[in-house]
């Protein structure tokens, strides 16, 4: 992995939960390769143990954990495991998220008369228990973690906790209603953090990735041939850059962030990597 620069992580303990997903899995090869000891939590606890092995054959540090962001005792357990391996927590990555289909319409904009003739799943069709399952992921997945981890920061009177938000924080996308409002929750959580830890040695940020894609968007962003979707288009059309994101491009913008050398007086922020979606009005 070529890093577009490289802090000083060593000594530090980075916890990463949703470590062995598409992104984060990534993250944790940046901390990796920057010095830190890396606890890679995830609920696919053997995708976890397969890329801390991956690390540790490349020369890094890196212990795979198995882990429910949803259940306290399941996050307990993973801090005690973390304590045990590497010590108290330094670097905290709330990386854990994701959709589901049950809180997802079919339609971008309600029909009528189209809706009921094509038996579509509109708006007035959601599964509440997906929408729980989406903000229970997303947001208590953030929760949880960070009581555990940060506790060992408040001990201490130091350390950095960096959360992933979305685009849809700040403009919420058609048919995904539940994410769009899990995220934003969030980007509002972040801060809420930042304040409350102002006083504590404990830097609180976010990314908000633009549009990239991974296995959770893949059937939204192409079809079956491999071409883009109306979807995808769409996304090209409002971005300036006219491009989907590389993930190696979230990289800076983290490492930024945790980097106390770097970004001593940042905190409370969401920073928007999106190739100019943000800025962009479609005129």
Not at 57 to 85: F, P, R, Y
Not at 99 to 114: H, L, Q, V
Not at 162 to 191: D, E, G
Request: aromatic share 8%.
């Amino acid at each position: 992995m070529q890093l577009p620069y490289k802090p000083d992580f060593k000594g530090k303990v980075a916890v990463v939960t949703g470590g062995a997903g598409v992104l984060c899995s990534m993250f944790a090869k940046a901390l990796a390769a920057c010095g830190a000891k890396v606890a890679i939590l995830d609920l696919a606890g053997e995708k976890a143990e397969e890329l801390a092995k991956e690390i540790c054959d490349e020369g890094g540090q890196a212990i795979g954990v198995k882990v429910n962001v949803l259940d306290t005792e399941s996050v307990a357990q993973a801090h005690a495991t973390v304590l045990d391996a590497f010590g108290p927590c330094d670097i905290l990555i709330n990386g854990a998220g994701g959709n589901n289909a049950k809180a997802t319409t079919d339609d971008e904009f309600f029909d009528r008369a189209e809706s009921i003739a094509e038996g579509k799943k509109s708006f007035f069709d959601l599964d509440p228990a997906g929408f729980d399952f989406v903000f229970g992921l997303n947001l208590k997945g953030t929760l949880l973690p960070t009581q555990a981890f940060a506790r060992d920061m408040a001990e201490r009177n130091k350390g950095t906790i960096v959360s992933i938000s979305s685009m849809n924080a700040f403009t919420p996308l058609t048919k995904i209603p539940a994410y769009s409002a899990a995220k934003a929750a969030v980007s509002n959580f972040t801060k809420w953090l930042t304040v409350y830890f102002s006083h504590s040695g404990i830097r609180v940020n976010a990314i908000a990735p633009g549009f990239f894609s991974t296995q959770q968007n893949k059937k939204l962003l192409w079809n079956e041939d491999g071409s883009p979707t109306a979807r995808t288009n769409k996304i090209l059309r409002n971005t300036p850059m006219e491009r989907l994101g590389e993930a190696e491009e979230l990289i800076g913008g983290l490492l930024f962030l945790l980097d106390d050398n770097a970004s001593s007086f940042v905190t409370g922020i969401v920073m928007p990597i999106d190739g100019g979606f943000s800025a962009y009005s479609g005129v």
